[in-house]
């Protein structure tokens, strides 16, 4: 079983910028669609940015344009480049690997997440 450790979250004023790492232990790590999550306060957790094993990505509209996602394949790793951020950015940030093409369901536990605050 992968377990996963998000970290790099923090408080940012708009337009700022952030990057965000996903660890993941165990094997076979280059074989899984990566993805990053958001939930925000009162709302369900929704798929932002996906990577797919061969490194082609998509992302939420939301986000499109600002948020970059990437892969270190030798470091077990996922990554979440954010700029401009915005106040509705703001949530708690997870990694996990997507079930098909749904944007909620996700085949490992989920880890504890990363804060991540917007504000000025």
């Known amino acids: 079983q992968v377990q996963l450790v998000e970290s790099g979250g923090g408080l940012v004023q708009p337009g700022g910028s952030l990057r965000l790492s996903c660890a993941a232990s165990g094997r076979f790590f280059s074989i899984y669609n990566m993805g990053w999550y958001r939930q925000a306060p009162g709302k369900q957790r929704d798929l932002v940015a996906r990577?797919?094993?061969?490194?082609?990505?998509n992302y939420a509209d939301s986000v499109k344009g600002r948020f970059t996602i990437s892969r270190d394949n030798d470091k077990n790793t996922v990554y979440l480049q954010m700029n401009s951020l915005k106040p509705e950015d703001t949530a708690v940030y997870y990694c996990?690997?997507?079930?098909?093409?749904?944007?909620?369901?996700?085949?490992?536990?989920w880890g504890q997440g990363t804060q991540v605050t917007v504000s000025s």
């Open positions: 996990n690997s997507p079930i098909g093409n749904s944007n909620y369901n996700a085949k490992f536990a």
């Open positions: 990577i797919n094993t061969g490194g082609s990505t």
